[in-house]
């Protein structure tokens, strides 16, 4: 199965930024899309952005549209949220996670790491 591990999480000031990794190990053959997702306290896991492992099409919800981008090096088996002008909403625990098809459910998930953005 596909192992991930998620870096880079921190505190930041407003307005910071933050780059978060994710390195997959593994059949990273059978990845599709991976995904960034965060939870806040108390609230429901939302998407965050999406990229597609070969031909790197990415997605964003719309919280994060223009100041986050997320991008893969295939070469290091990592995928990378880039973060700017971050949000005290921001803070949350931030997942990566695979699938195997465009339809699938994603099925393989890291372990979190933590980003707080103060006011």
């Known amino acids: 199965q596909v192992q991930l591990v998620e870096s880079g999480g921190g505190l930041v000031q407003a307005g910071g930024s933050l780059r978060l990794s994710c390195a997959a190990s593994g059949p990273t053959f059978t990845i599709y899309t991976v995904g960034w997702f965060r939870q806040a306290p108390g609230k429901e896991r939302d998407f965050v952005a999406s990229?597609?492992?070969?031909?790197?099409?990415?997605y964003y919800a719309d919280s994060v549209k223009g100041r986050f981008t997320i991008s893969r090096d295939n070469s290091k088996s990592t995928v990378y949220l880039r973060m700017n002008t971050l949000k005290p909403e921001d803070t949350a625990v931030y997942y990566c996670?695979?699938?195997?098809?465009?339809?699938?459910?994603?099925?393989?998930w890291g372990q979190g790491t933590h980003v707080t953005v103060s006011s």
């Open positions: 996670a695979t699938r195997n098809c465009e339809r699938c459910n994603y099925d393989y």
């Open positions: 990229i597609t492992w070969s031909s790197a099409r990415s």
